[in-house]
């Protein structure tokens, strides 16, 4: 059997952003590795303002959350004290004892490998895979360098891509400033805002308790997701004119129940008398939306029954709903980090023109979808659908 080829891509991730990504995707493509392992550093001796391993981590697992051959790793968060690159690959090297290593580096950093510790250990350890942009060196001067390294045993490769211009440097200065952050993937920027991360101010007061108990509950990419839905939702209250709070609270929450086994949430159904709807009762993806609501209240302290409201009709949409409730319902349908499907593009477009348009849109182009899968819509859609075709917004 070949062996596993398996890339390292270790650093601060303060925060990770597309930058990283773009190197990640690159070492996979060029150097035809199997995984890469995305690996935060605990507490770097030399760096100190860093932000805790925990934000950093579950912001590395949100970034990664569709990228099937990234892998989040915790081998140097959950190792205490200081840790070196060799000591690093020494324990992959127990999780993976047939695997060839790439260790990942930019060429700034191959410029200063032979001050790391034990480094003539760690060029027998792994092969360097080097991002080509230096900073402060001259080409000339990498080429010695990867000279030098190579007589010594080292494999060093240069990975052929372009570097995208994009730093954590520059990403902290404007998240700090308030400005706009491509190089940032969304999940990520809204774990910053609602926590307060990097000199922004904090969105959500009870940020801590909350994304602690939602990474816990929920499944990476369910968690990936409700950042962005709570992302979308509050530019949708931003453009609507409504309450951009109330909106990112309920998109934070409206999947907090998503990921409980099915009896749990029926338990739960029965127990607080939710819904005697037996259609709604025997399917998770529709019984959440109550299950959440009444987590909200209970386990997260939510008592503003407007959110409560807009978790509790996220699934089938309610005639009569606010447009509270629409925007969490479309920015569930439209975030940004959503595969795409036949309406996608249309519900986007009209989100921003008319709530009331892209529910219309978004409902009906799911009845189209489940009908052709020879099921039934639920009646509370279809009702809504009825109630929407009825507004003065959709005929104008
Ligand atoms: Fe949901
Ligand atoms: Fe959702």
């Known amino acids: 059997m070949a062996k596993e080829r398996i890339g390292i891509m270790g650093g601060t991730l303060d925060p990770i952003h597309q930058g990283h990504l773009h190197i990640a995707r690159a070492a996979l493509e060029s150097a035809r590795l199997d995984k890469v392992l995305m690996l935060p550093s605990g507490a770097p001796p030399h760096k ?4 805790p391993a925990e934000d950093r981590w579950r912001m590395v697992c949100a970034a990664c959350a569709q ?3 990234l892998i989040p790793c915790r081998a140097e968060i959950d190792r205490p004290g200081v840790i070196y690159t060799v000591d690093t690959l020494s324990i992959l090297r127990e999780d993976y004892p ?3 290593f790439f260790y990942i580096i930019g060429a700034d950093t191959l410029m200063k490998l032979h001050h790391w510790r034990h480094y003539e250990q760690v060029l027998g350890m792994c092969t360097f895979l080097v991002c080509p942009r230096a900073w402060h060196h001259t080409p000339a001067e990498i080429t010695a360098q990867r000279r030098c390294l190579t007589a010594l045993g080292g494999r060093i490769v240069m990975l052929d891509m372009e570097p995208m211009d ?4 520059g990403v902290r200065q404007a998240l700090a400033a308030g400005e706009p952050t491509p190089g940032l993937p969304v999940p990520v920027r809204e774990y910053c805002g609602v926590k307060g991360l990097y000199g922004m101010t904090q969105r959500i007061p009870q940020a801590e308790d909350w994304l602690a108990r939602l990474f816990a509950a ?3 990419k369910r968690f990936a997701h409700t950042l962005a839905v709570a992302h979308t939702a509050r530019q949708l209250a931003r453009t609507h004119q409504l309450n951009a709070y109330q909106a990112e609270v309920a998109g934070l929450l409206h999947d907090c129940a998503k990921c409980m086994p099915l009896k749990d949430m029926q338990a739960l159904c029965r127990a607080r008398a939710l819904t005697e709807d037996k259609a709604v009762i025997e399917s998770g993806n529709l019984l959440h939306s109550l299950a959440g609501a009444c987590l909200a209240a209970s386990d997260y302290g939510v008592t503003d029954p407007e959110v409560l409201r807009a978790i509790a009709c ?8 606010s447009h509270l409730d629409m925007a969490v319902f479309l920015a569930d349908k439209i975030e ?3 595969a795409d499907y036949p309406t996608l593009h249309q519900v986007r477009l009209l989100a921003q023109l008319s709530l009331e348009k892209a529910m219309l849109a978004s409902l009906e182009g799911t009845d189209k979808y489940v009908r052709k899968g ?5 009646p509370s859609s279809l009702e809504t659908i009825r109630w929407l075709r009825s507004l003065p917004e959709i005929a104008s």
């Open 67 to 69: 990228e099937e051959r």
């Open 98 to 100: 047939r695997a060839d």
């Open 314 to 321: 996220h699934t089938t949409g309610k005639p009569g709903m």
């Open 336 to 338: 940004p980090t959503r």
């Open 166 to 169: 994009v730093s954590s440097t």
């Open 218 to 220: 929920l499944s990476v």
């Open 374 to 378: 020879g099921k039934a819509t639920h």
């Open 48 to 51: 100190q303002d860093i932000v």
